[in-house]
């Protein structure tokens, strides 16, 4: 079974400074995936980022970054350059790839409150 | 850009009334997932769904669920006797693109009274 441990459920961040949201995950996996979602409070669920088991270098997207280290069965997102728009819950999720197109297992979510 | 849409934002019911969550996955994508929310906690996966059929289901959807493609375009969640526990946000979600990412409707926000 797969899970996904966010050990933060808020996190407070100036504007203009960088932020880490921590996020480890446990599968027995070989082959999966970790992606990143933002939730505002409008309540949407936004893709941000992904990262592949197999990837070798870390998965970048404009302002996000993912922190991705296997071996530690961790991939933080880092946002750079905080904008009070980035208020949001954040999900860390992951799926396995062993078979079909398996769902996604989410974790709890980080609350991430700009401040100006 | 495509998007997925989810019809209503919002319901209201009765407990014990049925209710019908509609879906417009991403036109060129092959496989749709039913995701709730129970507020304030996390996303939990319901079903999901491939040509034609359920491919995989979790505990929550028992028989009260069912889903159905009843044409080419919609994806449609049913719940025939609505509890309390049913009041949720749920999400439809779509596969497609890298890495298979699962794009997400904007959600119904269920309220069972």
């Known amino acids: 079974a797969q899970k996904i441990t966010q050990t933060q459920p808020g996190m407070f961040v100036q504007e203009k400074e960088a932020v880490t949201l921590d996020c480890t995950y446990d599968?027995?996996?070989?082959?999966?995936?970790l992606f990143w979602y933002k939730q505002p409070s409008s309540g949407e669920m936004i893709f941000l980022i992904y990262?592949?088991?197999?990837?070798?270098q870390n998965a970048t997207e404009g302002r996000y970054s993912l922190n991705f280290q296997k071996a530690r069965k961790s991939a933080n997102l880092v946002i750079s350059a905080s904008q009070l728009g980035d208020s949001a819950m954040y999900f860390c999720?992951?799926?396995?790839?062993?078979?079909?197109?398996?769902?996604?297992?989410f974790g709890k979510g980080t609350r991430l409150s700009v401040i100006a | 850009e495509p998007e997925v849409t989810q019809t209503p934002s919002h319901q209201v019911t009765q407990m014990g009334q049925e209710v019908i969550l509609r879906c417009v996955p991403i036109?060129?994508?092959?496989?749709f997932y039913w995701y709730r929310q129970i507020l304030g906690q996390k996303v939990e996966f319901l079903v999901s769904?491939?040509?034609?059929?359920?491919?995989?289901k979790s505990e929550i959807f028992d028989d009260q669920f069912s889903v159905e493609r009843p044409d080419g375009s919609n994806f449609t969640l049913k719940i025939r006797s609505t509890k309390l526990e049913d009041s949720a946000m749920y999400f439809c979600?779509?596969?497609?693109?890298?890495?298979?990412?699962?794009?997400f409707g904007p959600g119904t926000r269920l309220t069972v009274l």
């Open positions: 999720a992951m799926r396995s790839y062993r078979s079909g197109n398996t769902p996604l297992v």
């Open positions: 599968t027995s996996d070989p082959s999966y995936g």
């Open positions: 990262q592949g088991s197999y990837d070798q």
């Open positions: 036109s060129n994508h092959l496989y």
């Open positions: 769904f491939y040509n034609n059929e359920i491919s995989e």
């Open positions: 979600a779509s596969i497609g693109g890298e890495a298979d990412t699962q794009y």
